[in-house]
T-cell receptor, first 111, second 114 residues
């Protein structure tokens, strides 16, 4: 499975957009990019996923580069409740639901 | 609809004992996965069950086992507990095994081994 690289921590001002990068340079053609987040002491929460195209839902936008080697999760208007650890995970389309969590990015949203 | 439920939420055991944790997936979900989270190792995949069969297994010793019932509910068991087994155990459910499915996590069971 492709491995991912994320910055260990980031800060963002409340109300501003949070842009979280993820590098997955060894991704294969059939692997999805998933984003989950974990707020302290809670179970991880699904945010968004994509294969090739950019995706948007009520929580966030996912921008995947044309070569698929990196992606960016965008929280358009970060709030204090978005303070969490964000995980970028690559998962094959035909290998079940095993998620391999790395260290993630600890996002701190500040007032 | 109800989310993923895990019981018990907290558990204290002593070394050498065994423990069984339970997970009830979202209604209609047939895949259940288990994860262990510790401060040192982070979130690690334990195993995944689908249609009462183990489909994937992580790199954990044989003391860790699980099963899934016909109603998709799942249990995991840890025998001969060690201090290092103290962790948050998370269960996640998904519709099926396709990689294009989001997983829904439960609140976890916090196990403390003394």
């Amino acid at each position: 499975d492709a491995k991912t690289t994320q910055p260990p921590s980031m800060d963002c001002a409340e109300g501003r957009a949070a842009n979280l990068p993820c590098n997955h340079s060894t991704i294969s053609g059939n692997e999805y990019v998933y984003w989950y987040r974990q707020i302290h002491s809670q179970g991880p929460q699904y945010i968004i996923h994509g294969l090739k195209n950019n995706e948007t839902n009520e929580m966030a936008s996912l921008i995947i580069t044309e070569d698929r080697k990196s992606s960016t999760l965008i929280l358009p208007h970060a709030t204090l409740r978005d303070t969490a650890v964000y995980y970028c995970i690559v998962i094959p389309s035909n290998a079940g639901n095993m998620l391999t969590f790395g260290g993630g990015t600890r996002l701190m949203v500040k007032p | 609809k109800a989310g993923v439920t895990q019981t018990p939420r907290y558990l204290i055991k002593t070394r050498g004992q065994q423990v069984t944790l339970s997970c009830s997936p979202i209604s209609g979900h047939r895949s259940v996965s288990w994860y262990q989270q510790t401060p040192g190792q982070g979130l690690q995949f334990l195993f995944e069950y689908f249609s009462e069969t183990q489909r994937n297994k992580g790199n954990f010793p044989g003391r860790f086992s699980g099963r899934q019932f016909s109603n998709s509910r799942s249990e995991m068991n840890v025998s001969t507990l060690e201090l290092g087994d103290s962790a948050l155990y998370l269960c996640a459910s998904s519709l099926d095994l396709a990689g294009d499915n989001e997983q829904f996590f439960g609140p976890g069971t916090r196990l403390t081994v003394l």
